[in-house]
């Protein structure tokens, strides 16, 4: 078998040889126009998102003939080199399909603005950093800058995969049941796929703040920087700052300081302090939106729907939008304060106890939450495995799950706003599991039958 594998390897790095040769023959002798020869691009592709799916699947092809043929395989390591490769098979075909993206014009947008020196434009919603570290690649164009982009997020998917599953195991999780919901997780999630489809920033966001948890505390730069960046990519993430301030941990907190002022003076030494009151101005216009959007499940869309229907003024809903939003933050940090006393999580950690909660308010607190915003409840949503005991809980929260993460995307009032219910519902069921002192039926289970499958 070993002597099979290495001729196979042998011959994936034979056919990948002449293949590059090939190209660059092609290209030497006929230039660019000569390559278009040899390759075509079929109707509802995208040609440069085909070369990259293909491309990366061939590598990781190699890749996995390479670990065989060299028997770096074995048991300790089968399930989690098995999900990884099955998750990116997975996912590259799924993309490779895909000849439209949606947000990335947002981020080229702006960057194409700072880089010619005009104001960001009100659809960019973030904080300046994106949009100034992609003026530098603007010159690539609208199909250079989304291939870079589209590659962004197939690595941070990648690492997403072995950060969820040590986050996981960080919570108490067995290695070998935090690889198989990691698996199952991925593989049909909605909000991943809106994430993925979209180019969206979230998933790279969410990787740094799960770095952020895992290598805190030996490594308070690191887990601080990865927070400030994180937070500097998308402003929802301050939240989760808070379950680090309960450490009262003085060196992360200087870390957290400095990291945050020296990268937000990125921007201002390009383009100004102007692009901050440009960034502040837009988050306001947010706010001042008057319609509804069936994919936007925030309060103040949920409840800008009703307007016409009761007669409701729009000052009067964004004051009960706002109204709903205190009761929520109550709510969570109510819930949270009961997971840090009852140490629901984890043992005599306040950060690992704080964040699960905390992380339903960073994604239901913000003016607009799509569908793919959904991605940032991962934690909230997976630890209750660990907590759950009572069959009726149990049938709430699988109908949360299938609300939040199973059901397509879609256009319904009000079903569509199953994603506002769903991770409130999780909230509420893990205060009324709080003070659950067994463990889960679930994980007992679930390691036994997972000992006798190694």
Not at 35 to 42: A, D, G, P, S
Not at 193 to 203: E, K
Not at 329 to 341: G, P
Not at 382 to 401: C, E, V
Request: hydrophobic share 55%.
């Amino acid at each position: 078998m070993k002597k099979h594998l290495r001729l196979a390897l042998a011959s994936w790095f034979v056919v990948t040889f002449l293949g590059v040769v090939q190209l660059v023959a092609i290209y030497l002798r006929n230039g660019v126009d000569g390559l278009n020869l040899f390759i075509q691009e079929w109707p509802l592709s995208n040609l440069a998102v085909t070369l990259a799916s293909t491309s990366i699947t061939w590598l990781l092809a190699g890749a996995l003939l390479y670990l065989l043929a060299n028997e770096k395989i074995n048991k300790d390591n089968l399930w989690l080199t098995a999900g990884f490769f099955l998750v990116m098979f997975v996912y590259l075909q799924i993309l490779r399909e895909r000849f439209r993206y949606g947000d990335y014009h947002y981020y080229l947008e702006a960057a194409t603005a700072l880089a010619n020196g005009q104001p960001l434009p009100d659809t960019y919603l973030y904080l300046p950093l994106w949009a100034t570290l992609l003026q530098f690649i603007v010159s690539l164009g609208d199909q250079g800058v989304m291939i870079v982009l589209w590659l962004v997020n197939i690595i941070a998917l990648s690492t997403f995969y072995f950060l969820l599953i040590q986050t996981l195991e960080h919570y108490g999780f067995s290695h070998h049941l935090s690889i198989a919901i990691t698996i199952l997780f991925l593989l049909v999630n909605t909000p991943l796929m809106r994430t993925l489809g979209f180019i969206q920033v979230n998933l790279l966001t969410l990787d740094l703040i799960l770095l952020g948890i895992l290598v805190y505390p030996k490594n308070t730069f690191v887990s601080a920087l990865a927070l400030a960046v994180a937070v500097h990519l998308k402003t929802s993430p301050v939240v989760i700052v808070l379950a680090f301030l309960l450490e009262f941990n003085w060196r992360w907190m200087f870390w957290f300081a400095v990291s945050f002022l020296a990268i937000g003076f990125l921007p201002i030494a390009l383009n100004g302090m102007d692009v901050y009151f440009q960034y502040v101005n837009n988050v306001v216009l947010l706010t001042q939106i008057p319609d509804t959007n069936f994919h936007d499940t925030s309060f103040d869309s949920f409840l800008r729907f009703l307007n016409p229907f009761f007669g409701i003024q729009i000052e009067q809903t964004r004051l009960m939008a706002l109204g709903a939003k205190v009761l929520l933050l109550i709510a969570t940090l109510y819930t949270m304060t009961q997971n840090i006393r009852t140490q629901s999580f984890s043992k005599g950690d306040r950060l690992l106890n704080a964040a699960p909660a905390l992380f339903v308010f960073m994604t239901l607190g913000s003016p607009i939450v799509w569908d793919h915003h959904g991605i940032f409840v991962t934690l909230t949503f997976l630890l209750m495995f660990k907590r759950i005991q009572s069959p009726t809980h149990w049938m709430i929260f699988l109908a949360a799950y299938f609300l939040e993460f199973m059901q397509p995307s879609f256009d319904f009032f009000p079903w569509s706003y199953g994603r506002l219910l769903a991770p409130m519902i999780v909230l509420w069921l893990m205060y009324a599991t709080s003070k659950n002192d067994e463990p889960s039926p679930f994980i007992t289970s679930a390691n036994q039958w997972l000992a006798r499958l190694q």
